[in-house]
């Protein structure tokens, strides 16, 4: 790539340093800022297109919370949250209360999680 030295207008190398006709030191700053740009139009032309996550089975966070706190006792929410085992468990000792507890505190949890934390955590594959 040939470019004018800012000092006499001559034709420079494109590596050269300094003006062959009048020694004018050529500012490696211009030269780096060339480059750079010659990089950016690189990047840009490859970047790719932006990853989607796979798409699984999203669960309402606000409804498996609302589902804990009202029939949490019941193992519902377990069961809208596909963990079976769990929501049967919660069921045959929906009797002791105990159930409908942990449902409350579960809804709580769910309603206060980030979506991500929620799906993360308490959702079932
Ligand atoms: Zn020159």
């Given at each position: 790539m040939m470019s004018l030295?800012?000092?006499?207008?001559t034709e420079l190398d494109g590596?050269?340093?300094?003006?062959?006709?009048?020694g004018y030191e050529v500012s490696p700053r211009s030269i780096n800022q060339e480059r750079n740009q010659e990089f950016n139009a690189r990047d840009n032309a490859i970047e790719p297109e932006i990853v989607r996550t796979p798409s699984a089975p999203i669960k309402e966070r606000m409804v498996a919370g609302i589902l804990a706190i009202l029939l949490g006792g019941f193992g519902i929410h377990k069961f809208y949250l596909n963990d079976m085992n769990m929501g049967l468990i919660y069921l045959l000792f929906c009797w002791t209360t105990i159930p409908q507890i942990l449902g409350i505190i579960e809804g709580i949890m769910y309603l206060t999680a980030t979506d991500e934390e929620f799906q993360e955590k308490y959702v079932k594959y």
């Open positions: 030295c800012p000092n006499c207008g590596e050269a340093k300094f003006c062959a006709s009048c």
